[in-house]
């Protein structure tokens, strides 16, 4: 897609001739990589629709944001393809993992409960998650640790301290938690 321009032409005429140049060669470019491309990306998610917006989607990216290299714009477009492609399938793949938790969740879900209860078990374990954000890391990672059953030495050990201290920092971090946890409680409850 290199341009030249010849000294005798004039702004207006360079800047039409070097439009009507990017746009023969990138339809040139277009005609010779699209079957190709489309090829790959229907090899790489599976389905020829997708794979037919994902090829545009590449083209448009040359389109607007062509490499400052273009010696080799093939190359470049099958590498961006190629990733795009992929990402894709990450994002399919992540999409069907919350579809599956979401569906896990509502089999677990007895009917005979309360909707208002589960919602309001769902919103008391996120107040908890967000007391544990608001903490020192060192205290969040302390009641984590103690929360999921490990000893003091097996905690001593995980954050580097003496065993003989986890229990003092263990009674400040939940006494920490407590007033960050009331503390977020009485605002979210001045709120409603």
């Known amino acids: 897609m290199a341009m030249t321009l010849s000294k005798g032409q004039n702004k207006s005429t360079q800047a039409a001739g070097q439009a009507s140049d990017f746009q023969a060669s990138f339809e040139a470019l277009f005609?010779?990589?699209?079957?190709?491309?489309?090829?790959?990306?229907?090899?790489?998610?599976?389905?020829?629709?997708?794979?037919?917006?994902?090829?545009?989607?590449?083209?448009?990216?040359?389109?607007?944001?062509?490499?400052?290299?273009?010696?080799?714009?093939?190359?470049?477009?099958?590498?961006?393809?190629t990733n795009m492609g992929l990402n894709a399938l990450r994002a399919r793949k992540r999409r069907r993992a919350y579809e599956q938790e979401a569906g896990q969740l509502s089999l677990e879900m007895d009917p005979s409960e309360d909707p208002a209860a589960v919602t309001e078990r769902a919103q008391e374990r996120q107040m908890v998650r967000d007391t544990l954000q608001a903490l020192k890391s060192r205290s969040t990672q302390i009641l984590l640790l103690r929360h999921s059953g490990l000893s003091y030495a097996e905690i001593a050990a995980a954050i580097g301290v003496a065993p003989s201290s986890v229990g003092t920092l263990l009674a400040r971090a939940e006494s920490e938690f407590e007033d960050r946890y009331n503390q977020m409680h009485s605002n979210d409850e001045r709120r409603r």
Request: charged share 30%; hydrophobic share 40%.
């Open 31 to 81: 005609r010779q990589h699209w079957e190709r491309l489309c090829g790959l990306l229907v090899r790489i998610v599976g389905d020829q629709a997708e794979a037919e917006d994902l090829a545009l989607e590449a083209f448009l990216r040359l389109y607007h944001r062509p490499p400052p290299d273009d010696d080799n714009l093939g190359g470049w477009l099958y590498r961006v393809a």
